[in-house]
């Protein structure tokens, strides 16, 4: 079990962990009861869920806690926004080694079939009508998701512009304060709105969205396969092949964890 919970959550992996998450001290008035579940067998456990797929009644019994105490970890972890926090932890991580780019960031979305509905869900056109979701994500130059977010799967792909860019946090630079805006943002016909163009350029950001009718399609990935490569990085995370959560919350939690492994597996090579 040990060689199983370190291969899944490795020291370096757990350091970072615990600079986002607060020490929990459990004072038992009386003595007995059962031990308090270790949060890095949990940590564990909660990323091969993630990563294989499988269902919380299916998680093996290897790794400790039952599953119900995962499934409860999980959901307080995710209501106190560990898992986007963790995130910007790796970000910095990165940004102090000079890992990230912004001279041409991205933005696309993907999406995802739900299996039980919920929240943020709804008819996906390009699925015959069933209930989907969809992922958007801004990346760097480098592949590295800088920001996330989810929505219904009818959702017009322009108004999750202007949320990401927002939801891009402060992050380190090896010089000067914290940075949030990307030098140039390539965008595909999907997000070719004169507003959106002129939203970026009151921030300062140069654009390049390819225009509808005038550019043509089999051109638009010179620039833009960064973003459908962190794409199929995500997919990585089989949780994500569809939406069995029914509290949003939950679906931008196995988000987030995707995109902190993404940044870890960078920091570890």
């Not at 992996?13 to 270790?38: D, Y």
């Not at 390009?126 to 959702?155: C, E, F, Q, V, Y």
């Not at 004169?194 to 921030?203: A, D, G, S, T």
Request: net charge positive.
């Amino acid at each position: 079990m040990t060689d199983l919970v370190e291969r899944l959550a490795p020291d370096e992996l757990w350091v970072l962990f615990r600079r986002v998450m607060a020490p929990v001290e459990v004072k038992r008035p009386q003595s007995g009861g059962r031990r308090r579940a270790g949060d890095r067998e949990t940590l564990a456990a909660i990323i091969f869920v993630a990563t294989s797929g499988c269902t919380w009644r299916q998680l093996p019994p290897v790794f400790g806690p039952a599953w119900p105490t995962v499934y409860r970890r999980f959901a307080h972890w995710s209501r106190d926004r560990i898992w986007a926090r963790l995130h910007c932890v790796v970000l910095d991580e990165l940004a102090s080694r000079g890992e990230l780019d912004w001279s041409r960031c991205a933005i696309d979305s993907v999406s995802i079939p739900a299996e039980k509905g919920g929240h943020l869900t709804g008819p996906n056109p390009t699925d015959r009508g069933k209930p989907g979701s969809k992922i958007h994500l801004i990346t760097d130059r480098s592949w590295l998701p800088l920001s996330l977010g989810i929505s219904g799967a009818n959702m017009h792909d322009s108004l999750g512009l202007k949320p990401l860019v927002h939801g891009i946090p402060p992050i380190r630079s090896r010089r000067g304060p914290r940075r949030r805006r990307p030098g140039k943002l390539h965008a595909d016909k999907g997000y070719d709105y004169f507003h959106l163009r002129r939203w970026l350029c009151k921030r300062g950001i140069r654009h390049h969205i390819a225009r509808k009718g005038i550019e043509s399609s089999t051109r638009l990935g010179r620039h833009r396969w960064v973003v459908e490569r962190t794409v199929s990085w995500l997919a990585g995370c089989r949780r994500l092949h569809r939406r069995y959560e029914r509290k949003a919350e939950h679906f931008l939690a196995f988000v987030g964890i995707a995109a902190a492994l993404i940044g870890y597996r960078r920091l570890a090579r």
